[in-house]
């Protein structure tokens, strides 16, 4: 049986019970209520005239039935001295804090995790009948949700897909409390505190990681390096005056430095001759 079957079902029951009618006793009543507003006119005034403000949504009983016609307000409506009761409903968005939840997530880690709830009221009649407290039942709910939806998470999809594990809550309080009147906006999660010795762990892992990269780097450099000077050796072995113009740019280096270091270069077919024999 879908959600919206249900809503109409529980509308055409409150319908159905209000047709009914009140009977003679209700009827009977009914008339000496209005008996005594109008002898008490205008002191009864103050009983009859009731003043609910935009945000707000008035739910009538009488004789323990709701009226027909749904909440009224915003603005002013009448009640009949001790045959009417109403009950006032407010349809601003409110949110509320889920208290943090130790969870298991499906990697055997253990969480505290907290999220806030938006939710708003969309049919005051249902959320007065058919739920004894729509606030509490809707919190309670949201940390049951919470902790059934993080436990089937990994740690990793826990930390990095918060957004659609928000939204995966809120399409399943919203389908939950639909036949409360309810209507969640929005779900957020704060904050997912981890283990202390699971953040060092995830902190070595991190350092390691980055230092694994660090050597990687440096060792492509120097491979990129050590291409270049063989390029530039083969470059100056087709030219030996390139040796020489290389020889004086390091003298002019080194006597920028003002320093006394003289540097005598050592031909190398010289070293190759003394090999040889």
Do not use: H
Not at 109 to 121: G, L, M, N, P, Q
Not at 128 to 139: G, K, P
Not at 161 to 171: F, L
């Amino acid at each position: 049986m879908s959600t919206k079957d249900y809503q109409m079902g529980d509308q055409r029951n409150m319908q159905d019970s209000s047709e009914d009618g009140i009977g003679c006793c209700g009827c009977i009543l009914m008339g000496l209520s209005y008996i005594l507003v109008i002898l008490f006119f205008p002191f009864s005034l103050c009983m009859t005239i009731k003043i609910v403000t935009e945000y707000e949504r008035a739910v009538i009983f009488r004789l323990g039935r709701v009226l027909p016609g749904g909440a009224k307000g915003p603005g002013m409506f009448f009640i009949l001295p001790c045959l009417d009761e109403f009950k006032k409903i407010d349809l601003r968005t409110v949110s509320y804090d889920v208290p943090p939840q130790e969870i298991l997530t499906k990697d055997s880690v253990t969480v505290a995790v907290d999220a806030v709830i938006y939710s708003r009221v969309f049919d005051p009649t249902m959320s007065v009948c058919n739920v004894e407290n729509a606030d509490s039942s809707t919190r309670l709910l949201a940390a049951t949700t919470l902790r059934n939806v993080l436990g089937t998470k990994n740690m990793s999809e826990l930390l990095t897909e918060r957004d659609s594990i928000a939204q995966q809550m809120q399409a399943i309080l919203d389908q939950s409390t639909d036949p409360w009147g309810i209507k969640v906006e929005r779900v957020e999660i704060k904050d997912v505190r981890l283990p202390v010795q699971l953040q060092r762990a995830m902190a070595a892992e991190a350092e390691a990681s980055r230092e694994a990269r660090a050597k990687v780097i440096a060792a492509e450099g120097e491979q990129r390096a050590s291409r270049a000077l063989k390029e530039a050796a083969d470059i100056m072995a087709q030219s030996p005056a390139a040796i020489q113009l290389r020889y004086l740019q390091t003298l002019q280096s080194i006597a920028a430095e003002r320093n006394s270091t003289i540097i005598f270069p050592l031909p190398m077919d010289l070293l190759s001759g003394f090999g040889k024999k």
